[in-house]
């Protein structure tokens, strides 16, 4: 079980730590009445507890945070979007085993 879990992010949050800040920050958009978002939750927690001395892991809700998704073209949950100096380099759509993204996310965290 993880010990570190993924703090919820709001869109305030987002435009300081994210954009403002250029942080490296991994953005969960996800939902509660959603059944694979409910799948994934746990791995988020995971990869927080993974990653936590590398970069932020958070999640967004995608209501709350309607017009954040659009600028960034998320449109389908869960998405996980890596935030890289303000900028998206890396999105992942739809359910996925942690080794997956902790894979495809490793080509990114390298070249950081």
């Known amino acids: 079980m993880p010990q570190r ?12 730590r994210v954009i403002a800040e250029g942080r490296l920050t991994l953005v969960c958009f ?8 409910k799948e994934i939750d746990h791995t988020v927690d995971t990869l927080c507890d993974a990653l936590s001395d590398r970069i932020e892991v958070c999640r967004m809700g995608l209501e709350e945070a309607s017009l954040i998704a659009v600028r960034y073209g998320i449109s389908s949950i869960p998405a996980l979007v890596l935030f890289s100096e303000g900028e998206p ?9 942690f080794e997956d993204i902790m ?9 950081e």
């Open 103 to 111: 894979k495809t996310l490793a080509k990114q965290l390298d070249a």
């Open 30 to 37: 996800l939902e509660d009445w959603s059944a694979p978002c």
């Open 5 to 16: 879990k993924a703090q919820t992010m709001s869109a305030q949050d987002f435009e300081t």
């Open 89 to 97: 380099v890396q999105k992942l759509f739809g359910l996925r085993p």
